[in-house]
């Protein structure tokens, strides 16, 4: 085929319009007429074999945006060649072009990536009470998020490249040791750093997804780790977030680095007169019939006395922190309905010596002691 001479016909058939208007409906066309062959062939490809091949449809839907992106560009590189335009025009749509194609492979290889790691967590869906999924689910989230963000760095690191302006300022950018270099590099310290810290996270796991950790005084589980920081849900529902740098640099509380299971405390004060061993009898029966104990530790024990009351602690064990909680509230609930009826002897109080106070005939002349002088009469 003769392009000139079909370049002249067109010349002659519509040369009362603009050639830039026919350039550029050249353009749109050709992009309206790619995005309709990809709905085309979507189509088909989901009548055919969608219902025997259903990861098909997933895969088309998600490289339905590269996909068309392709094939714009596509269409656009055959008919930018025969577009009537002048170099005014053509300049910009082919450095457009240019950028476009660059995004479109850093486009391409991120969807890549997260598809890559979309099919390897497959295989560890339940990370409640798995260690092992949580392990993968969280160096597999941090290395797809990191490995994102290198790529849309070098991306638009590249697609601003193709300017010269650009890259003139650049390169006298980085080639000086100025001040404009130290301000760039101050700036981007907490990303470096916070990236730094991701793939430390990812490879020594001091966090896990669905952690139950303590930070700032505030108790909750990790619900998502980012490439710079990490999303804490906590036990009423809000959420804190938290740079990954904290996590490196500042001690805190993980609850299951090595295992879920817990060991909580309930303390209660009682009298002298308590019967400790009948109390701690009542207390293994009455965890043994929890649904809650995870059939570990249960143990009574007096920790302290001072001159009122004794103090008891008992130690039950759960399956995980939130079963914890909800265990020593049960475990407390009882224990003091039990000693309130059963025992109620047990339950504190303050004594008092009473003694005659020598005068009077009507009364029985008792005054109490004060505190201080039975503590001085005790000592002697």
Not at 65 to 87: I, N, R, Y
Request: aromatic letters at 8%; charged letters at 20%; a neutral charge.
């Amino acid at each position: 085929m003769d392009w000139q001479a079909l370049t002249a016909d067109i010349d002659r058939m519509f040369g009362w319009i603009p050639s830039w208007f026919i350039g550029l409906t050249l353009v749109a066309g050709a992009i309206l007429l790619a995005l309709l062959a990809y709905r085309v062939a979507t189509w088909l490809l989901n009548r055919a074999f969608g219902t025997r091949l259903p990861l098909l449809s997933v895969f088309i839907e998600r490289t339905a945006g590269p996909a068309q992106m392709a094939l714009c560009l596509a269409a656009v590189a055959m008919v930018l060649p025969l577009a009537p335009l002048d170099d005014t025009i053509r300049t910009p749509l082919t450095r457009l072009f240019v950028v476009a194609f660059i995004a479109l492979i850093g486009w391409i290889s991120i969807r890549i990536v997260d598809m890559s790691a979309a099919r390897y967590l497959q295989n560890f869906r339940d990370v409640t009470e798995n260690f092992v999924a949580r392990k993968h689910v969280t160096q597999v989230r941090v290395f797809k998020r990191v490995t994102d963000t290198i790529i849309v760095i070098i991306t638009v690191s590249a697609a601003l490249m193709t300017f010269d302006s650009v890259k003139q300022y650049g390169v006298s950018l980085f080639a000086s040791a100025g001040a404009a270099g130290i301000i760039v590099g101050l700036a981007a310290r907490p990303l470096l750093s916070n990236l730094i810290a991701g793939l430390q996270i990812a490879i020594t796991q001091p966090i896990r997804i669905e952690d139950a950790v303590i930070i700032e005084n505030e108790w909750g589980w990790i619900e998502d780790i980012a490439s710079t920081y990490v999303v804490i849900r906590l036990w009423d529902w809000r959420r804190m977030v938290v740079p990954l740098s904290y996590f490196i640099e500042k001690p805190f509380q993980n609850w299951t680095r090595d295992t879920a299971s817990l060991i909580g405390v309930v303390a209660l004060h009682v009298d002298y007169r308590a019967d400790v061993p009948r109390i701690r009898r009542w207390l293994e029966e009455a965890v043994k019939q929890s649904k809650l104990w995870d059939g570990e530790v249960v143990n009574l024990q007096v920790i302290d006395a001072d001159s009122r009351t004794i103090e008891l602690r008992a130690l039950v064990s759960a399956r995980n922190a939130p079963q914890s909680w909800d265990l020593r509230c049960e475990i407390r609930e009882k224990l003091i309905a039990f000693i309130r009826d059963e025992m109620p002897e047990a339950l504190p109080r303050d004594r008092a010596i009473l003694i005659p106070s020598g005068d009077g005939e009507g009364d029985l002349g008792l005054r109490p002691v004060p505190p201080e002088k039975m503590r001085a009469s005790a000592s002697h």
